[in-house]
T-cell receptor, first 107, second 116 residues
Framework: AQRVTQPEKLLSVFKGAPVELKCNYS??????LFWYVQYSRQRLQLLLRHISRESIKGFTADLNKGETSFHLKKPFAQEEDSAMYYCALEGFNKFYFGSGTKLNVKP | GAVVSQHPSWVICKSGTSVKIECRSLDFQATTMFWYRQFPKQSLMLMATSNEGSKATYEQGVEKDKFLINHASLTLSTLTVTSAHPEDSSFYIC????????????FGQGTRLTVV
């Protein structure tokens, strides 16, 4: 069965510190992986997807099929990065979300 | 990015009544729309997927007679919670995409339903 796991509910770091938000998945086929972000009082929006291999707002994520992981990383966190981050998997035109990690970047 | 609008943003209704939530894609044609339910401090749970002009596909455990989904046009999908009960109180979110696969899904702002 498809599943997306985000083990950390809350991650607090200081400004300028590196950040890694963990995501592991289980899926029988070849999924498309995404990271979505929700800033305070705003709707969910796409941050990045694995197929595009791009860096958005300094964030990157590498799909590791061997470890079935898609961790989100940023070398130097900024206060404006504070938000809720959701890892998502798409398969057969359906999206499945992890439980989310709240990132708190302290000044 | 494209805009998906949900209406209403919040609604309070009495037990036993039905509530309709609308999801509109404002500047693109939504081939596929998704409906999610989110409990406090929990993830988005996919309820159903609907393609324009066809019946919605419900996830296991979601009552199709309870949560009626209609996707009659390429810009509008509706979710009707029938005979609502307090346990149906939740945050309902829709998302929409143009095409299938590899295309971005855009999210509505969500609807807070409270059944009293």
């Amino acid at each position: 069965a498809q599943r997306v796991t985000q083990p950390e509910k809350l991650l607090s770091v200081f400004k300028g510190a590196p950040v890694e938000l963990k995501c592991n998945y289980s899926y029988s086929g070849s999924p498309e992986l995404f990271w979505y972000v929700q800033y305070s009082r705003q709707r969910l929006q796409l941050l990045l997807r694995h197929i595009s291999r791009e860096s958005i707002k300094g964030f990157t994520a590498d799909l590791n099929k061997g470890e079935t992981s898609f961790h989100l990383k940023k070398p130097f966190a900024q206060e404006e990065d504070s938000a809720m981050y959701y890892c998502a998997l798409e398969g057969f035109n359906k999206f499945y979300f992890g439980s989310g990690t709240k990132l708190n970047v302290k000044p | 990015g494209a805009v998906v609008s949900q209406h209403p943003s919040w609604v309070i209704c009495k037990s036993g009544t039905s509530v309709k939530i609308e999801c509109r894609s404002l500047d693109f044609q939504a081939t596929t729309m998704f409906w999610y339910r989110q409990f406090p401090k929990q993830s988005l749970m996919l309820m159903a997927t609907s393609n324009e002009g066809s019946k919605a596909t419900y996830e296991q455990g979601v009552e199709k007679d309870k949560f009626l989904i209609n996707h009659a046009s390429l810009t509008l999908s509706t979710l009707t919670v029938t005979s609502a009960h307090p346990e149906d109180s939740s945050f309902y979110i829709c998302s929409a995409r143009e095409g299938q696969g590899w295309t971005e899904a855009f999210f509505g702002q969500g609807t807070r339903l409270t059944v009293v």
